[in-house]
Structure formats: structure tokens, C-alpha cells
């Protein structure tokens, strides 16, 4: 299920009313109140911050901000919903242009500045990542530095009377990694530390 890496706001005008929207990464419903004062902030004056939030299956939630009941948030929510967006929040800033837009209308443009706004992200994927301590002898090394390269996201090195490779790599690859150390010898490296963490990474 995609969630938000990185995004650009978007803009979407309809009879002269300017509808911003946003994509924001929310982990919990804690961090709502930050992202729509943040979003006061960086866009002030607009007649209404309409949201919708998705967690995960079981936990979302939605906010007209004073639009007719129905006509913003949910149809914003159904988006999330319908392209399983988790831990994604969209907020859409609304200047009102003097023209009313009906029921109809006001649907349509918040529906499509949600997904403007959604089309505008780089998505995201969240993953267990292992982070190795690896001690590898110096007659392995330049072979073990290859495969170690091939699948690790990131490393690190420290010479010493042995090499220590410090590596974040994805947990999923873990087994492949040590199996291809095996093939230098497994007396010519040793795990010193390993633990995992959850991170977001983009998607390949």
C-alpha cells in the first residue's frame, strides 16, 4: 500500500475560486493538528482547510470545515479509500471566488484536487531494515565489498586489523546477503551487531 515519500503542493481553479491542495505523510492522528497549522501558515485566508486522513484500514477520518456536509471531506477520503492510500493525509485550502459551485460541483473540485494533488507524490513504502555489523578479513574483501554493494542500501567502512562494514540493508535480503558472504568462506567474516527499525523508503 502506497503512502506519501515526498510531494508538491497543487493548484486547481474553478469559477475563481483557487483550491490548493496537499499530500502530507501522517503516522498518527496526533500530527493532524501540526499539518493543518502548518498549512494556515503557509496559505492564509483561505475560506476553508478541508482534510482527509487515512491510517490503515480501520482508522480514517474526514472534515468538511464548513463546506456543505458531504461535498469535501468524504469524497476526499473516498480517494484515499478507493486507492489504498495508508498514512496519507490531503488537505485542500479553498479561496472562495464569489461564484457558488452546488453540491455537484463542490464534489467534482475537491475529488479532483485530491487526486491532483495525490498524482503530484512520489510514493513511499514502509519496510523492516536490518542495520549489520559486519567484520570481514582483508583477503575477502574486495569479493565480500561487491556483494555487500549489490544489495545494501547504504554503507560504511572502518579499517582496522579487519574490515567493519556498517550496512542498512532491507531485512527481506538479509539471508541472500549472508549467503553470498558464505561463498568467500565462513571463516573469513562474522556478524558483530544486527538490529531492525521500520523505515520509509520510496518506491523502486
Same mark, same amino acid.
Given at each position: ?5 515526498? @510531494?508538491? !503542493?497543487? +493548484?486547481? $481553479?474553478v469559477?475563481? *475560486?483557487?483550491?490548493?491542495g ?5 503516522t ?7 499539518c =493543518? ?6 496559505y492564509?485566508g483561505a475560506?476553508h &482547510? /478541508?482534510w482527509a &486522513?487515512?491510517?490503515g484500514?480501520w *482508522?480514517?477520518?474526514a @472534515?468538511?470545515?464548513g463546506? !456543505?456536509q458531504? /461535498?469535501?471531506?468524504?469524497p476526499m477520503?473516498?480517494? =484515499?479509500? #478507493?486507492?489504498?492510500?495508508?498514512? /496519507?493525509l490531503v488537505?485542500?485550502?479553498?479561496y ?5 459551485l452546488?453540491?455537484g460541483?463542490?464534489i467534482?473540485a475537491?475529488?479532483h484536487? *485530491?487526486?491532483l ?6 510514493p513511499g #513504502?514502509?519496510t523492516l ?8 578479513? &582483508?583477503?575477502?574483501f574486495?569479493?565480500?565489498?561487491r556483494?555487500i554493494e549489490?544489495?545494501a $542500501? ?7 586489523? @579487519?574490515?567493519t =562494514?556498517?550496512?542498512?540493508? +532491507?531485512?527481506t535480503?538479509v ?7 558464505n ?7 562474522? $556478524? ?5 527499525a521500520?523505515?520509509?523508503? !520510496?518506491?523502486?
Amino acid at each position: 500500500m502506497p503512502t506519501v515519500f515526498a @510531494s508538491t !503542493p497543487v +493548484e486547481h $481553479l474553478v469559477e475563481h *475560486s483557487r483550491f490548493v491542495g496537499l499530500a502530507l505523510r501522517l503516522t498518527c492522528e496526533e500530527e493532524l493538528a501540526h499539518c =493543518l497549522s502548518q498549512t494556515r501558515d503557509k496559505y492564509p485566508g483561505a475560506n476553508h &482547510y /478541508t482534510w482527509a &486522513y487515512r491510517l490503515g484500514e480501520w *482508522s480514517a477520518r474526514a @472534515s468538511d470545515d464548513g463546506e !456543505p456536509q458531504g /461535498t469535501a471531506g468524504l469524497p476526499m477520503l473516498h480517494i =484515499l479509500e #478507493r486507492e489504498n492510500w495508508e498514512q /496519507t493525509l490531503v488537505i485542500v485550502a479553498r479561496y472562495f471566488g464569489g461564484i457558488k459551485l452546488g453540491r455537484g460541483g463542490l464534489i467534482r473540485a475537491y475529488q479532483h484536487c *485530491s487526486q491532483l494533488a495525490l498524482s503530484h507524490v512520489t510514493p513511499g #513504502r514502509l519496510t523492516l531494515v536490518s542495520n549489520l555489523q559486519i567484520e570481514i578479513d &582483508y583477503s575477502t574483501f574486495e569479493r565480500a565489498r561487491r556483494a555487500i554493494e549489490s544489495l545494501a $542500501l547504504t554503507s560504511q567502512l572502518e579499517f582496522g586489523a @579487519s574490515v567493519t =562494514l556498517t550496512i542498512d540493508i +532491507e531485512t527481506t535480503r538479509v539471508e541472500q546477503l549472508l549467503a553470498l558472504l558464505n561463498q568467500s568462506g565462513r571463516e573469513f567474516w562474522k $556478524l558483530i551487531a544486527s538490529r531492525e527499525a521500520q523505515l520509509l523508503l !520510496p518506491n523502486a
